[in-house]
Structures are given as structure tokens and as C-alpha cells.
């Protein structure tokens, strides 16, 4: 057998399964209740490509895959000349791994809604804050009274409008808003 023969599969088989490589090595370990050399694994996986590229890139993923506790070597298996094949096995880390890699998809597509939700209603909450503050530039004037004047600021303040904005509405500054925020009318009377 040569080492730079080809395997190749239907491309559109290959790209059913557009996994990476190391979740696919990881899967073929696991459904396998016998453990697996890497010469093996390529035969089982067929992947396009040449025989000792994929022979070398399977060693070095298996490796990293074994430092991270996901396969354990099982032994070795010896075949004609060369160095020996490493024979592994998968490891209930490994199992794991798959299960949480299988469930990654979902999850991100969760992620995904809820940033969509999260989105549509900062775009809701926007639009109501700009109406809110339309409606208000339309109503009051600069000399509107001051309990008017707080009253309307909560209520814009509330609806998440700076202190920038609330005062372009009624011709004041900033800091005069923050003072009529904080001013108890009541507290003067007494």
C-alpha cells in the first residue's frame, strides 16, 4: 500500500458532515467499541487528501486530544515496517466533550434568539424614548413651571432619555435637570 494514495468521497457526502476534524475523529472513536489505530481511523473516516498528510494530521490531533484527557492510548499495533501504530481509545471526557460539542449548535442558536430579542426590543425601547421625547418638544416651553418641568423629566428619565436630551427639551441645561431631579418642592414649604 502507497502512502500517497488518495481516498476520496462524494462531495456531497462530505459536506453533509462539515464537522471539524477533530470532532469527526472523536465520533468514529466513540461509535467504535473496539479501539482504533490512526491508519485505521483514516480507512473509517475516508477523507480527500493524501494518505500521509491525513496519517500525520490525524497523529497530531489525537495527540492534542489525548493531552487534553478526551483519549487514552490503548497500545500499539504493529504493520509491516515502520514505527509502530499508536492504537486509542476514548475516554468518558471525550464522550462528554461530544455531547457538549454536540450541543453547541443549539446553544449558539439560542444565543442568537435571545440577541435577536434583546435587539428588537432596545429598537422598541428607542423608538418609544424618540416619541416620547417628540411628544415633548411639541408640549412644553422654557417656561414651563418647574414642578411641570420635574414631573416630565422623571418620566423621560425613566424611559432611559440623558440628561443631554431631556434639557434640549426644555431649552435648559443638563445640570438644571439634574437640580430639578433632585428638587423636593416640599422640602422648601416646611
Not at 472513536?29 to 482504533?36: H, K, R
Not at 475516508?46 to 490525524?58: D, I
Not at 420635574?150 to 428619565?157: D, E, I, P, T, Y
Request: proline share 5%.
Amino acid at each position: 500500500m502507497s502512502d500517497s494514495r488518495t481516498f476520496t468521497i462524494p462531495a456531497a457526502q462530505h459536506a453533509a458532515t462539515a464537522e471539524t476534524r477533530p470532532a469527526r475523529l472523536l465520533k468514529a472513536l466513540a461509535q467504535n467499541p473496539e479501539p482504533l489505530s490512526t491508519p485505521a481511523l483514516a480507512s473509517l473516516l475516508a477523507e480527500p487528501g493524501q494518505r500521509r498528510r491525513l496519517l500525520a494530521s490525524y497523529d497530531r490531533i489525537l495527540r492534542q486530544h489525548e493531552q487534553a484527557g478526551h483519549i487514552e492510548q490503548a497500545g500499539h499495533a504493529t504493520q509491516g515496517r515502520g514505527r509502530p501504530a499508536i492504537i486509542w481509545r476514548i475516554t468518558t471526557a471525550g464522550r462528554g466533550w461530544l455531547d457538549d460539542h454536540d450541543k453547541a449548535p443549539d446553544l449558539a442558536a439560542a444565543a442568537a434568539a435571545e440577541a435577536q430579542r434583546k435587539t428588537e426590543q432596545a429598537r422598541r425601547a428607542a423608538a418609544e424614548r424618540d416619541h416620547a421625547l417628540d411628544e415633548a418638544r411639541a408640549t412644553f416651553t422654557r417656561q414651563t413651571p418647574r414642578t411641570s418641568r420635574k414631573r416630565a423629566a422623571h418620566q423621560l428619565r425613566e424611559l432611559g432619555c440623558t440628561l443631554d436630551q431631556i434639557g434640549a427639551v426644555f431649552h435648559v441645561s443638563k445640570e438644571r435637570i439634574r437640580q430639578d431631579l433632585l428638587w423636593n418642592p416640599a422640602a422648601r414649604k416646611a
